[in-house]
């Protein structure tokens, strides 16, 4: 399988180059990310439970899928493809902001990204990816604030930066 790249950007999102993902994720190098919210008609967010597989993170609670742009990839058409290859629908996405953030693991990898904040909305079931999702749940965004002031040990580093933003935003 061909390692995946992420795009290198400064910090106004000008690319500055490629550089294979695990490389990025062990040096700290601001990167190009996104993130998608989706919520249904009832103001619920889906979440998904990272698949047990992954290198980091695993079996951790995260907003209903994220990923890195591939190089000349718009925001939206990346959020859409992740979205359709972890969750298996589609739906429309809007970007509603971006900013930085840099996320240290206990495995020695850091994310640093430059993330965009997109948001959609879907009302079924989704078809998971399981090699990717282990599983899912809808919850209130007022619900997963107070669980994970509960219980932050079952969410991602990312998603608990990246939800307090989203929360301000939907509020």
């Not at 619920?44 to 695993?58: D, G, I, N, T, W």
């Not at 996320?103 to 904040?117: R, S, Y």
């Not at 219980?151 to 608990?160: D, N, R, S, V």
Request: net charge negative.
């Amino acid at each position: 399988m061909k390692e995946e790249l992420v795009v290198l950007v400064d910090q106004k999102n000008q690319k500055i180059g490629l550089m294979p993902k695990m490389e990025a994720h062990e040096k700290a190098c601001l990167h190009r990310a996104f993130s998608v919210f989706v919520m249904n008609d009832q103001g619920e967010l889906l979440l998904q439970q990272r698949a047990a597989s992954k290198y980091h993170s695993p079996l951790l609670w995260a907003n209903t899928c994220c990923s890195h742009q591939r190089d000349g990839e718009s925001n939206l058409a990346a959020g859409k493809r992740r979205l359709k290859e972890e969750m298996g629908f589609e739906t429309d996405l809007k970007e509603v902001f971006s900013f930085v953030y840099k996320a240290p693991f206990d495995n020695g990898l850091t994310e640093h990204e430059l993330d965009h904040v997109m948001l959609g909305s879907y009302n079924n079931a989704p078809i998971i990816n399981k090699e990717e999702v282990e599983s899912y749940k809808w919850m209130t965004p007022s619900a997963v604030k107070a669980d994970m002031r509960k219980q932050p040990e079952i969410y991602t580093a990312w998603f608990k930066i990246i939800f307090e933003k989203f929360y301000e935003f939907i509020r």
